[in-house]
């Protein structure tokens, strides 16, 4: 299980702090030694979670190859990354897989959101409990079903096996984040264009598509760092000569710990949470439907 | 007024085509391909032996082998293994998070909870595989925890901390920790305080009120956190594979053993089927829970 | 009691044919039958529930009627799609589009006029100048008021130049002084463009302020349909009389038919005439209701003169500055409401206290016969 549990979850934290009432008068005393407790605990918890983190990207830095010492700050790892014809084209191959599943994935997933969302049809139970399946099944088992499948197929393996799996279980991020954004979509908007004179197509474009398109982007960015980081269903079901990243990555930290991985996972880690942060800017819906504030009466 | 209808109608099809095709032909299919084979042998060159009569194949002891197989003590002790890492590591996680998210939840000033609530979030947004491999980084014999150790002089010789049971629970930990801090927290912030005022107006000093009003109260949390942690755990694989050692095998790596080494596909698609079935017990039960509860499902 | 004269063909703007709408068991509109004449300011009143958002919603195209046919302007709209209809609609919470300026809010629907681009810029300043929001082209609705998003909404959907204007209750977001601005607003914009305005609401006083005919709804049927003046003096039924504040019902008999008029007798056995509305027989009994601010309270009692009257006890005064409510209970326990204006010569006024007596009179002009339960449909 993987990102968007925590992302949809954390989508409503900022609401749900808005509705807190105000804090009541806390009793002095007794009480404060438990709050320090706690507070001491989380930061403890906190330091847990980030150290080794930090820790890796400081390494990245370290001129000293082997020890855990410190013996000097370089960049000389970045350097021998661009010089590393292994790591350039695995991150190739990664940009050109998370490309394609991104645009397909985002599409597709776009499409059934709207569906599951604004109409009945047969199979919608189905079908939402399918779009549950990648989320619930555990990787490895994805895995090890789609390389028997190619293998029954008789299709190689390649990168665009690679391409064709994560396009299948991006699917469903991209239908949840949409689908919530849908969710909160204001519908007397649409029944206004038609009022208007717009038939269902212009209605779609010039005003359900602009005002959910941050969800989709949203989604889109989801998806795309879920397809660079991926490890074990890439793993099952790349071919030869279409080493991803995270394989490469892989393949490396099991020979041994290489100051280069240091570089290109604290670039990967970077750009991970840059992509992340800017989804989660997006998803904070900055103009929600106005007619809807009206509506809590 | 009564609710909107949704539109029906014909139109609805071309948009939910691609995905049935997709999750049809890439997922349901290989699923169904695997649980057919996990009824298979495994043929002389890795691939699949061929069945000449399937009715008297069927019958046979074959068709079952690799089930039987799969619960013989070699494996069992494997899956006892996974089993109580998942365990434990979802103990530790609700014992570390519980007090984490009841301090954010509760006791923080409100405008710092998003902060705090993203500083949680961040690190799990980025790679799993990177994250795991910064334990590497700290548990080796050279690494920063042992160097620590030594410099401090609380030990002579590096410990061997790496490709333990320990260093796979670390990871394990380390990793699944936001699953359950997050259900947790959304548990905690909707509880009313008012009610552990009551409980201590009422007699009840604070632990008493913790056990017999917080907790009860926070269940779904509790419930929603474990349930996502010990699923992912169970099927673990990276973790082990990097943290872990030959000693440390689990679930997951049997099977990805089975796939990529010892080319026993059959025999791999079996247990990755019984994992599965594992893991849908339990969603379907917790389904069962909320429904049972009338709570809201956090997942 | 008089309906208004039914309108002949080449009037009608909107023309509603026995329409039904239901969702599953419930039935939200029940056989309703109506007509809505060019430059009519029409209203749809009543209560939550009761159909009349559904049924505007069925004259816009917004559902779909179970049963019966809508034209509009003679042609048959019942199965036409929305976008393709001459009717515009206010909706409730405006339902601005977010992304897009007051301008481009306003000139959304111009291409599917074909109104040529080089007169774009024109229709939005007319368009604007209608409802005085001349320099806000460019705000987006975020940055508006209430009151000014209602505006926009309005100019928006008159831009189009639609036949009939649909209106869901779009001034009920808006607080009390702004709104009884805005209903006078409405109704001159209304006069001075000649268009046709459906106008839902469940404010009866809104509804009297600006309709020219309303019709009263319960339960997915029209109770009365009539001239605001009428619906307001003559309630025909119980509901439309409680739903216009008319809450004071008594009972009598009919004693005596005699031409055009009928002699009814009060419990005490007193009578009065009142015009025959016809449909009664002798014996019979009947109901009827008056309204509050048409009962007087005497000293004396002046039934021998043909006035009706009734000796009352007085329960409760309030004073309300304008006007004073007097709560009177007869000797049977029902209690009645009096609404009474302050003017100084009324010099009955001093004699009567709480705990006092008194007798409760009316003209009995102002007696309103109730029909019996609820009518299918309405006369027009």
């Known amino acids: 299980m993987r990102a968007p549990e925590a992302t949809s979850t954390v989508d409503f934290a900022p609401r749900a702090i808005a509705r807190l009432p105000p804090a009541s008068p806390r009793q002095r005393g007794s009480v404060t030694w438990e709050r320090r407790l706690l507070g001491w605990h989380s930061l403890l918890c906190y330091l847990f979670l980030y150290v080794p983190i930090l820790i890796l990207i400081l390494y990245s830095f370290n001129r000293s190859k082997q020890t855990a010492g410190w013996d000097g700050f370089t960049l000389d790892w970045y350097g021998r990354l661009f010089a590393n014809d292994l790591i350039l084209r695995a991150v190739k191959n990664s940009l050109i897989v998370a490309v394609s599943a991104t645009i397909f994935a985002t599409i597709i997933g776009t499409m059934v959101a709207l569906a599951l969302a604004r109409r009945s049809f047969r199979g919608k139970g189905a079908t939402q409990s399918a779009l549950y399946l990648p989320i619930i099944i555990p990787e490895i088992v994805i895995g090890a079903a789609l390389v028997t499948f190619f293998g029954v197929i008789e299709l190689r393996l390649s990168l665009w096996t690679v391409v064709l799996a994560h396009i299948a279980f991006c699917i469903s991020y991209v239908a949840i984040v949409v689908r919530a954004r849908l969710a909160g979509f204001d519908r007397s908007l649409e029944e206004a264009a038609s009022d208007l004179g717009a038939g269902p197509l212009d209605t779609f474009r010039r005003v359900t598509l602009p005002i959910i398109l941050p969800g989709i982007i949203a989604g889109a960015l989801l998806v795309f760092t879920i397809s660079i980081d991926d490890y074990v269903v890439s793993s099952f079901v790349a071919g030869v000569g279409a080493t991803t990243l995270p394989i490469q990555i892989y393949s490396m930290l099991k020979v041994g710990v290489t100051p280069e991985v240091n570089a290109v996972s604290t670039l990967l880690l970077l750009l991970t949470v840059v992509l992340i942060a800017i989804a989660q800017r997006l998803q904070q819906d900055p103009t929600p439907s106005l007619s809807k504030g009206a509506r809590k009466k | 007024m009564p609710e909107e209808t949704p539109r029906r109608g014909w139109a609805s099809y071309p948009l939910v085509l691609p995905t049935w095709v997709v999750l049809g032909f890439f997922f349901v299919l290989p699923l169904v391909i695997m649980l057919i084979i996990s009824f298979g042998q495994r043929g002389t060159y890795g691939g699949l032996k061929a069945i000449e009569d399937l009715g008297a194949y069927v019958t046979s002891g074959d068709f079952l082998a690799n089930y039987k197989r799969s619960i013989e003590p070699l494996y069992l002790s494997i899956y006892w293994r996974s089993l109580w890492m998942a365990v434990v590591t979802t103990v530790l996680c609700l014992a570390i998070s519980y007090p984490m998210a009841y301090y954010i939840a509760v006791i923080a000033p409100a405008k710092w909870k998003n902060l705090l609530l993203g500083l949680v979030v961040i690190p799990f947004w980025t790679s799993f595989l990177i994250r795991t491999y910064a334990w590497m980084l700290i548990l080796r014999t050279e690494g920063l925890a042992n160097s620590l150790l030594q410099w401090s002089g609380l030990i002579d010789q590096p410990l061997n901390l790496l490709y333990t049971d320990f260093s796979v629970m670390i990871g394990l930990v380390y990793g699944e920790l936001p699953f359950m801090i997050l259900p947790l927290y959304a548990s905690l912030e909707k509880l009313d305080l008012k009610l552990l005022e009551a409980g201590n107006d009422l007699g009840a000093n604070s632990p008493q009120t913790f056990f017999r009003v917080t907790v009860p109260l926070t269940m779904p949390g509790i419930v929603a956190g474990v349930i996502l942690v010990f699923i992912p755990s169970i099927g673990q694989f990276v973790i082990s594979d990097l943290l872990g050692g030959a000693k440390s095998i689990l679930v997951g790596n049997l099977i990805q053993n089975q796939f990529a080494v010892a080319r026993n596909k059959p025999f791999g698609s079996a247990i990755a089927f019984e994992l599965t079935a594992v893991v849908l017990m339990l969603l379907f039960a917790y389904a069962m829970y909320t429904k049972k509860k009338g709570q809201e499902v956090l997942l | ?380």
């Open chain 3, 1 to 380: 009691m008089n309906p208004s004269e039914p309108p002949s063909a080449s009037d009608l703007s909107v023309d509603i044919q026995r329409v039904s709408k239901r969702f599953g068991d419930f039935i939200a509109v029940d056989d309703v039958s109506l007509t809505v004449r060019r430059g009519e300011f029409f209203s749809l009143l009543g209560p939550s529930g009761c159909g009349k958002t559904t049924l505007l919603r069925m004259i816009g195209g917004f559902e779909l009627p179970t049963a019966g046919t809508i034209r509009v302007e003679g042609a048959d709209v019942t199965d036409v799609p929305v976008h393709k209809r001459p009717i515009n609609m206010v909706f409730q919470h405006y339902a601005l589009f977010p992304h897009l300026s007051v301008a481009e809010n306003i000139s959304f629907g111009f291409r599917y006029k074909n109104f040529p681009p080089a007169e774009y810029e024109q229709r939005i300043a007319e368009a604007v100048g209608l409802v005085r929001l001349d320099g806000f082209e460019h705000r987006s609705p975020a940055q508006l008021s209430g009151g000014q998003r209602q505006r926009v909404a309005l100019a928006r959907a008159l831009a189009l130049k639609p036949k009939v204007l649909l209106l869901d209750e779009p001034l009920g977001a808006l607080d009390q002084k702004l709104r009884k601005e805005v209903q006078v607003e409405l109704k001159s914009l209304q006069r001075k463009l000649g268009i046709t305005f459906i106008f839902v609401t469940h404010d009866q006083e809104e509804a009297l302020t600006m309709s020219d005919r309303i019709a009263v709804m319960n339960a997915g049927r029209v109770e009365q349909m009539d001239s605001a003046a009428q619906v307001f003096e003559y309630p025909q039924t119980e509901f439309v009389a409680q739903f216009m504040g008319a809450s004071n019902f008594f009972q009598a008999t009919v004693r005596g038919i005699a031409e055009g008029f009928l002699s009814l007798a009060m419990p005490d056995g007193d009578t009065f005439s009142v015009p025959n509305p016809g449909g009664l027989e002798l014996g019979e009994g009947v109901r009827f209701v008056v309204r509050p601010e048409k009962l007087d309270l005497r000293s004396r009692d002046l039934s021998k003169s043909g006035v009706p009257c009734m000796p009352v006890t007085i329960e409760d005064r309030v004073y309300q500055g304008i006007s004073t409510v007097w709560m009177v209970k007869a000797k049977s326990g029902e209690r009645f409401v009096i609404y009474e204006q302050n003017e100084k010569q009324f010099e009955e006024r001093g004699k009567f206290a709480e705990g006092g007596t008194a007798y409760l009179c009316w003209s009995p002009r102002h007696t309103v016969l109730m029909r019996g339960e609820t009518d299918d449909g309405a006369h027009a």
